[in-house]
């Protein structure tokens, strides 16, 4: 599966199912929206594949909406420059499927520039038929990765 900025990933699968097509492609899309550096660019492209109930839920331990997430960060001038998925499982299930992985991004935020790793976990649902994103959790700083990562 391709992810955030293209890069392609061994991906492990669990679950009760194997992938569906239409999760895998609307994480493929997800990931396409990532490739677009401006912010309000950005969440007006994921806004087409995200529930209307979305929530991103960041490192400050508060959830946010995706309109409330793009005005935060155009406020702080959020930039990636560059960024890296490493780790992916894909858990699916009839009508859930949860992404996990961890990612390096080199990013500017509030102006202070630094790399930093994250681990991502992403919740998607079935809404009237239709597979959305309901999700993105942020969780602890994992250990950095046994291999290379690309930069």
């Known amino acids: 599966i391709l992810f955030i900025n293209g890069y392609s990933q061994v991906q492990k699968h669990e679950g009760t199912l194997s992938p569906d097509s239409a999760v895998v492609q609307l994480i493929a899309r997800y990931g396409e929206a990532f490739t ?4 309000a660019e950005r969440d ?9 109930g979305y929530f991103y839920h960041g490192i400050d331990g508060a959830p946010i909406s995706l309109t409330g997430l793009t005005k935060r960060q155009t406020k702080n001038n959020f930039k990636v420059m560059a960024d890296s998925v490493y780790d992916e ?9 949860i992404l996990i992985f961890k990612e390096w991004q080199h990013l500017t935020d509030k102006g202070v520039e630094k790399e930093t790793l994250n681990s ?5 649902g079935k809404e009237n038929g239709r597979w959305v994103v309901i999700a993105d959790i942020i969780g ?11 930069k």
């Open 36 to 39: 677009i550096r401006d912010v």
């Open 120 to 124: 991502v976990l992403i919740v998607m």
């Open 44 to 52: 007006a492209k994921r806004k087409e594949i995200v529930s209307p």
């Open 89 to 97: 499982v894909l858990y699916q299930y009839e009508n859930t499927a």
């Open 140 to 150: 602890m700083k994992p250990q950095p990765p046994t291999a290379a990562i690309k």
